[in-house]
């Protein structure tokens, strides 16, 4: 019985090495969370689950539930897998969204009024176009440029026009003056009422306009974020 032992001692060694040859490739995966191999059983679907779930903190309160979950999750990370094989120049991954439903993440998250923007007239629309299109580049990374701040999660609140409005607008600070500095989401939330409606959609425009006529935002750290509306300070 000892030779079995030794000889799949060996396999596994073996298997071990190859693994770490592979790994250079394994890790572009490795990043976003998930390995090929983490598909390939129901077990091991079930282990990445429940790590998922440990590292962001989820709880589900039935078994119903977290069944239902493990669904959809599995939904989500089909789509991810086929995804990362189809396309080359962007990788998909699991992040603490990826136990809810396309539908459920429109629902709660995003917040953009496209219908709001009739609300003045249309004496807002003005044409623009480029002055000298000769030498422009197929494209810009401006996060390689220093315009670009952290990621920021917006929570279960709808105010996904404020953050593009203040990424924005960081952005255009970071290209003109050289400092790039994280601005204030909560501020337009909170007080840019007259045609947006803070957790319940907005539109950019009209945080832009706010912003002109208020001469700025405050700083991130000065009014952080708070995920819900709050009073206007
Ligand atoms: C960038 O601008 C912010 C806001 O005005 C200011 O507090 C900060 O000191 C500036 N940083 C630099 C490096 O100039």
Redesign the pocket.
């Known amino acids: 019985m000892a030779i079995p032992t030794i000889s799949s001692k060996i396999l596994l060694i073996v298997l071990s090495v190859s693994l770490f040859q592979l790994s250079s490739f394994a890790r572009d995966y490795s990043i976003v969370g998930y390995s090929p191999q983490d598909l390939t059983s129901m077990d091991k679907l079930i282990e990445l689950f429940e790590s998922w779930m440990a590292k962001h903190g989820k709880i589900y309160h039935t078994i119903e539930e977290k069944l239902q979950r493990f669904d959809i999750f599995k939904d989500n990370l089909n789509h991810i897998d086929e995804t990362n094989k189809r396309v080359t120049n962007y990788w998909l991954g699991l992040n603490h969204f990826a136990d809810l439903t396309h539908e459920e993440f429109t629902t709660t998250y995003l917040g953009l009024k496209p219908e709001l923007a009739g609300r003045r007239g249309s004496s807002d629309s003005r044409e623009f176009t480029y002055g000298d299109v000769v030498d422009l580049p197929k494209s810009v990374d401006w996060r390689k440029k220093g315009a670009v701040t952290r990621v920021k999660n917006q929570g279960s609140c709808g105010s996904c026009w404020a953050f593009s409005t203040v990424a924005a607008v960081e952005g255009i ?1 970071q290209i003109v ?5 994280e601005l204030s989401e909560q501020e337009l939330i909170d007080c840019d009422t007259t045609y947006n409606s803070g957790c319940n959609g907005g539109l950019m425009d009209y945080a832009f306009s706010f912003i002109v006529s208020n001469g700025g935002l405050r ?1 991130e750290e000065d009014y952080p974020y708070i995920m819900e509306e709050g009073t206007c300070d």
């Open positions: 600070n003056t050289g400092n790039l500095t700083k």
